[in-house]
Every structure is written in C-alpha cells, then in structure tokens.
C-alpha cells in the first residue's frame, strides 16, 4: 500500500506539472491528498509491524511535520529555475526517492493467525476509539489551524514582521519533531502516565493559543507558538498506538479513523478561523474559540484502559 500510494503523489503531482490551470490543480491535488492519507495510514502501520513501540512511532510522526518543514526551506530556494513548478517538481524527487529506499526495505508480512481486519461500519460503533479520536482532533486538527493563521494573527494584530511572524508560525510545526518522539519515549518509560501525558498535551495545546491572543511581545509569541507544538507533538504516539492496540485484528484501519478525525478538523477548522479575521479584533475572537475547544477536549480525555495503562494492583 505504501508503494502504491507513493506512485499516487508521484503522478499527481508530475500531472501539476503540466500547465498551470486551476481545474487540473484541483483534481491533481485531490489525487495527491488520496496518496498523502493512504501513505501516511500505512507508514504508521509498517513502522509498528516493523519495529513497534511508541517511541518509533513518534520519530515517524515527528518526520511528517519534519517533511513540512523541509518544504518551506527548499521550494523558495528552487523558484527562480523552475517557477511555480518548483512544488511539484520537488514533490516527484521526493516520491521517486522514497520509492526507492521503500522498495528496499524490508517487506511487511501478514502474521499468521491474523484476522481480516474490521469494516467501516464495525470501527464507527466502537465507543473507544471515539476519546482517542477527539485527542487526535485537538493535537493534530487544532494545532494545524493555528499554524495556518498564526502569521496572519501576528503581523495584523501584533504589528509583527513576516519574517519574525513566519519564525514563530513555524515552532507550531518545528515543535512537534521534538515533542512526538519525546512523547512515545515517555509514554513507553512511564506507561501508566499516558493518560496524564494526553492530557498535558490537550492543556499545552489550549495555553499556548490563549498566549497568542496578545499576539507580542515577540518572547511571548515564540514561547505560545513553540508551546503548542511540543505540546501538540506529545500525544501522538500514545494515541496511535493505543488504536493500533483496540483493534489487533485491524490497526492500521484504527489508526486511519483516528487520523481522519484530525484532518476533517483541519478542512473544516482552517477556513472557519480565517472567518474571524473579519471581526473585530483581528482573529482575536477566532484564536479565543480554538484555544477554548483544546480545553473542551479534556472533557473528552481517553480512559486509562483505552490507553493500555496497567491497573494498579489489588491490595
């Protein structure tokens, strides 16, 4: 699946190349955000047949927001020989490489007894991964919407720089390399504080956006923006690999559900504060809301179970 949907983002983004016309950017990005979910889905799960752990998966989603970050440190840099391909362009090396290294890793094989995984109908109706859903929702979906208006909040109503703006917008993303491996190791040190360690990330995430509100001084802002990705970064791994834990028989389709929560989060989450910069306040009111829906979803918090912490022992 992996190399599959590699070959997806691969052609979707060569299809871009092509001219720059706004219906085929629309179904060629369609396409690559297809192969972007199905890879991701199945990255996770070959990282845990492979070597499992809460630790590996961290430093697996610590490489998806490294990638981000990687993009917006190369692609400016290529824009005057390629131009508006320079995305693109980029976006096939990177896939046509990870083909390649992919193919030579080892294959993923079915381990015996292994079930047929559940349907779509059989993972909605199960009640447990629905606190990890909302946890997934919070330190993925609302961490990205404050990374895409973070800059917009600064420079309107903090009067900042783009420059300085955009360098305090990144620790939202650049954060999260550090805080999801950091999360998995404490998660696997300490593994009947993974509850505590949700929701610190669920705590961190709403404190650093309500930091933001004042939108300076600039010590303020980097502190508030390096806060909500650390603290958005720590919860990765517990959750995902507490999905992958529910459902023996179909983790990968677990940990896609979940991840699809956080995502509908984005869409639906992205354009709705960017509404707010119409009202009063500039964003203000829009950054208040998230920072308060963070802190709702601590009402929400996975059980202790559903994270696979151990029960004290009986005396």
Known sequence: MALGSLLVMAAGNALLLVAPDPALAIGARALVGLGTGMAFVAGSDYVRAAAGGPVVQGIFGGSAMAGGGLALAVVPALYAPFGWRAPYATAVAAGLASLVVLALSPRSARRRGEQRGPGLRELLRDRRLDRLAVAHMASLGLNAVVANWAVTLLTRAGGSSLAVAGLASALTLGAGVVGRPLGGWIARREPRHARALVATSLAAGAAGT?????????????????????????????????????????????????????????????PLLGLSFGLPGDGRVGFAAVAALWAAALLALPRASELGTPRAPQR
């Open 210 to 270: 309500a930091l933001l509100l004042p939108a300076g001084p600039l010590g303020l802002a980097l502190f508030a923006c390096a806060l909500v990705g650390l603290g958005a970064g720590l919860a990765f791994a517990p959750v995902f690999a507490a999905a992958a834990a529910l459902r023996p028989a179909g983790p990968g389709a677990a940990v896609g559900l979940v991840n699809m929560a956080g995502n509908l989060v984005i869409v639906a989450g992205t």
